[in-house]
């Protein structure tokens, strides 16, 4: 009886250190997502604010030819 004790707090041991590594995997790769997401953001504002060439201005407030 002593001995099935041991052996069931042991395996609950190693299903509380299983659930904590799949936590910290997983937060790992939410945050690794996160800066990626964020990085994107900033490269299209950062290109976003660039003014436009006059080529583009005149072409773009051309009317559409027929």
């Known amino acids: 009886m002593e001995e099935r ?5 042991e395996y609950k041991l190693k299903g509380k250190w299983r659930t904590e590594s799949h936590i910290f995997l997983f937060s790992i ?3 690794s997502y996160m800066v990626i997401r964020i990085e994107e953001m900033y490269n299209a504002k950062k ?3 660039e003014p436009l060439s006059p080529q583009y201005i005149s072409t773009a ?5 027929k």
């Open 47 to 49: 290109m976003s604010v």
């Open 29 to 31: 790769l939410l945050y």
């Open 5 to 9: 004790r041991m052996e069931n707090k």
């Open 61 to 65: 407030s051309l009317p559409p030819t």
